[in-house]
């Protein structure tokens, strides 16, 4: 939870960024805003790589295939808003934000409202729209929820980033209708920014004992067996490799918990469905360390255009002495470092406590709620304010939880 001192700095700080002038841009042309469901999304993917290169922020959790894929679970009400600008004559597609119509995460009050990501095992909120379009694009985005009666109109965002031209504009745009968000919550995420330069390395990343513990680590690993970093990008290799993935995280901790995606038939379909789609077109593949051919630890990793996203990790955790987690993360850095499509990862962690923490940059990440009306209204101060009240007493109880179990 953000300590109110916290919250009240990420407030004014939002004030701030909506009192910030636009950027100069080319002129703005009308924007209308399509709201589309699961079938539609499947004929824009031409449409949605184009949006992504023009995009201020890549979000690969709001792909029209996955979020068509996400729209199969049971009880699953995506509805994607599609804002598209008349150019030269043609239709040209400039924002795309995808919702579940479902309770608010981490709520127990009982009201619908419109959730990103959208859909389970995502872990970004925030649209993807054209840089030079981002104010427009919102309002009319906005708008269009505001006048549907078929859609709620509170919004729930868990996992934007708090910096950025787009938040940036979205406090703009609020500010511009009389609408106050809520601030539930702050994090910081570890993300890797690529730079081509000779100082770009894992070892600048990594303490002198680091690094020695995990050159001890590796020699000791290569003396069981033939140790091998590989990348799998093939597209049958890549779902031989999710199968041998979704084994890998079965047999930890995850499985013994029902986390893992085997446990849900439904998790594992998506993730086959998902590797399957993206593959073909260079925008998911595996990293694996194998020792004799088995893999001992996996990573997953999903692309949207410049930026790479490490969705899921495994290891198996009867060699955890070995850190094979730990020695995967060296050879997957190198290999963004040196991999000219990409420009930054984003760790998909929720806070710096995860093994990622060594990258060198930081994400800053907000989670809030937003009316989409024109000067608010008394039921979203009220059902805002209950769930502030609620997370903090939840953070309260797991806290009390947690050192009673130290005792």
Known sequence: ??????????????????????????????????????????????????LVARADAANVFMHPLLVALGARYPDARCVTLLGWRDNGGRRQLVGLWAFNIARAPRSIIPVSVLAAPPFAHAFLAAPVIDRNALDETLQAMLNAIAGDPALPKILALDGMRADGATMQALARVLA????????????????????????????????????????????????????????IVEPEAVARAV???LKLEAAGWKGRERSALLCNSRDATFTREMMAALAPHGEAWVH???????????????????????WKTAYDERLRDFSPGMLLLEDYTAAFLADPRIATVDSCAYDEA??????????????????????????????????????????????????????
Not at 32 to 48: D, F, H, K, N, T
Not at 197 to 217: E, I, N
Not at 355 to 379: C, H, K, Q, Y
């Open 354 to 407: 995860s093994f990622m923490a060594v990258w060198d940059g930081r994400e800053a990440m907000i989670e809030l709620w937003l009316d989409a009306r024109r000067g608010g209204s008394p039921a979203f101060v009220y059902l805002s304010r209950l769930q502030n009240i609620y997370l903090r007493l939840r953070a309260q109880a797991k806290a009390i939880h947690a050192r009673l179990r130290r005792r």
């Open 176 to 231: 511009a209708r009389g609408s106050q968000p809520c601030h539930l919550r702050r994090s910081v995420r570890p993300m890797l920014a690529c730079r081509r330069d000779a100082a770009a390395s894992v070892d600048t990343m990594l303490s002198a004992s680091t690094r020695k513990k995990l050159r001890q680590h590796r020699r000791r690993l290569a003396e069981k067996g033939a140790l091998e970093a590989t990348t």
């Open 288 to 310: 694996a360390l194998t020792l004799d051919g088995v893999p001992v630890s996996m990573q997953i990793v999903l692309r949207a255009g410049a930026t790479a996203f490490t």
């Open 243 to 245: 199968e041998d993935f």
């Open 1 to 50: 939870m953000i300590q109110p001192h916290r919250e009240q700095h990420l407030s004014a700080s939002l004030t701030q960024a909506a009192a910030l002038p636009r950027a100069a841009a080319p002129a703005a042309a009308h924007v209308s805003v399509e709201v589309a469901g699961a079938a539609r999304l499947a004929e824009i993917q031409s449409e949605w790589r184009d």
